[in-house]
């Protein structure tokens, strides 16, 4: 085969190959898991919504449902994905202005810490009032 | 210096589309830890694989043949030293004129692959065609910019490592890629004014241009000639942005 003959073919492991690599390609990684799983929840929120169908059983049901403990830690499960997502998707809209894309590494972990207080606060404010 | 037992991964294969589909060998020898990887590739050809295929040309980082993966991460064979892989300090530039003070007797392992997003014309050697073809649109001018707007992207030496590194680049075979997008920017910025900054612009300002990077910024950890490839599509993007909303270029706001 000469130069230029095999033509190559979009290769999308790349994505998720963080071997070698560093803080930025994580960060990437963790964007895409996260804007994955979102895309999940959405189906999955359409999903256990549709019980209001049901009428006010249904509805009654799905507060039982919502205040039960797999519910609860689902949420928590939920608000880091959002967390880590929406925040280190702050820290994109400003790096791909070039605002401080010099940074971007020190911003992800900035973000991160940030998302760790808000979902340290949240994961009480969802879970204190089951434990009691 | 110290001798190392050094074992070889090398992911051989004849053509093909990319890096993957080919197969790893394994081969064992001594090498001194002052040899750059091109030496350690030199003995193996002179030894258990004449038939190897790699890149090389200048042996001092001015170039850009001699790319390749290292344990995942891009590197020029020329730059990497025996001692700085069994030391474990591939995040250096160089293992040259370093000490790494390794023990008597010591052993490393290293996995080489050839770079990934280009197709391969056999076991390390990687086609830089399609590469040369994105920077043929861009216009990029390889001449050292003179006089006060100089800037550090005419350091780049094409060698293909951000390409590599760039996950989008694996993914969107359209997308121009770090290396043309820099060398774009360093066009526009280049006092002598060749080329047509239109055709530049035009090209960066497309779905396949800088708007498809996704800020990983691989592509400037991973450039050996200390260019920053990411910094250049930003500030690319600003100038678009810009040029978008009608304000002057070069005004402060």
Not at chain 1, 14 to 38: C, K, S
Not at chain 2, 43 to 53: E, F, I, S, V, Y
Not at chain 2, 99 to 109: C, K, S, T, V
Not at chain 2, 131 to 160: Q, S
Request: glycine share 10%; charged share 20%; net charge positive.
């Amino acid at each position: 085969m000469s130069e230029g003959e095999a033509r190559r073919r979009p290769d999308w492991r790349a994505w998720f190959a963080p071997r070698g690599r560093r803080t930025g390609m994580w960060a990437f990684v963790l964007n895409r898991i996260t804007g994955l799983l979102l895309l999940a929840y959405v189906f999955v929120h359409l999903a256990v919504l549709s019980v209001l169908f049901q009428g006010p059983a249904g509805y009654d049901r799905l507060v039982r449902w919502m205040s039960s403990w797999p519910f609860l830690l689902f949420d928590v499960a939920l608000v880091a994905v959002l967390l880590v997502h929406g925040l280190n998707g702050v820290r994109l809209v400003f790096v791909g202005l070039g605002a401080g894309s010099h940074r971007q590494r020190e911003w992800f972990w900035a973000a991160m810490a940030a998302a760790a207080a808000v979902f340290a606060y949240t994961t009480y404010l969802i879970l204190a009032p089951a434990w009691r | 210096m110290a001798e190392v037992e050094l074992t070889v991964r090398v992911l051989r294969g004849p053509a093909r589309a990319s890096a993957a589909g080919g197969r790893y060998e394994t081969y064992t020898l001594r090498a001194d830890a002052g040899w750059s990887l091109l030496d350690v590739l030199e003995a193996l050809q002179a030894g258990p694989a004449p038939d190897l295929m790699y890149r090389h040309s200048c042996h001092h980082a001015s170039c850009g043949t001699c790319a390749l993966r290292v344990d995942g991460r891009e590197r020029l064979a020329c730059l990497t030293t025996v001692g700085q892989i069994a030391a474990g300090r591939l995040g250096e530039r160089t293992g040259h004129g370093k000490d790494y003070r390794l023990p008597r007797g010591a052993r490393a392992a290293v996995t080489l692959e050839p770079l990934r997003s280009f197709p391969v014309l056999g076991d390390l050697a990687a086609d830089f065609a399609e590469f040369f073809g994105k920077l043929d649109a861009v216009e990029a001018d390889l001449v050292a910019a003179r006089g006060e707007e100089a800037t550090h992207f005419e350091h780049c030496i094409t060698c293909g490592a951000c390409m590599s590194a760039c996950p989008i680049v694996a993914s969107d075979l359209e997308y121009l890629g770090p290396a043309p997008l820099a060398l774009a920017l360093r066009g526009l910025q280049d006092p002598t004014k060749t080329g047509s900054d239109a055709r530049r612009l035009a090209a960066a300002d497309q779905p396949h241009g800088v708007w498809r990077c996704h800020h990983v910024f691989e592509c400037t950890a991973a450039c050996p000639a200390g260019v920053d490839p990411g910094q250049a599509l930003m500030e690319l993007r600003a100038r678009l942005v810009r040029r978008r909303l009608g304000w002057r270029e070069g005004a402060r706001r």
